[in-house]
Nanobody, 124 residues
């Protein structure tokens, strides 16, 4: 059974950093792309960032480019999302996702497994 467990969410002031972690278990971590989605209050869930199976390819939604960095440690079965220069509009529940393929996609259907989510709140 695949499990994705996020950690690192919390309350932070605008302009500050936060790092999310996602520990994966239950299948060969290094075979698949990983990613992060988020859902803000009253909005649909949306793609944030994705990383290929080996970590060599990354993709970001335009609104976080230059502020967020996705990375992975295949030896630790963990994917990270470093979030810098946070803005109030980044407030959302962040979900770690495990891909169906080696390369990251931007659609929900590109990902087979989802974590339970972790709340990130950015105060102004």
């Amino acid at each position: 059974q695949v499990q994705l467990v996020e950690s690192g969410g919390g309350l932070v002031q605008a302009g500050g950093p936060l790092r999310l972690s996602c520990a994966a278990s239950g299948r060969t971590f290094s075979n698949n792309a990983m990613g992060w989605f988020r859902q803000a209050p009253g909005k649909e869930r949306a793609f944030v960032a994705g990383i290929s199976y080996g970590g060599g390819t990354t993709d970001y939604v335009d609104s976080v480019k230059g502020r967020f960095t996705i990375s992975r440690d295949n030896a630790k079965n963990t994917v990270y999302l470093q979030m810098d220069s946070l803005k109030p509009e980044d407030t959302a529940v962040y979900y770690c996702v495990d891909g169906r393929n080696r390369w990251p996609g931007r659609d929900d259907d590109d990902y087979a497994y989802w974590g339970q989510g972790t709340q990130v709140t950015v105060s102004s």
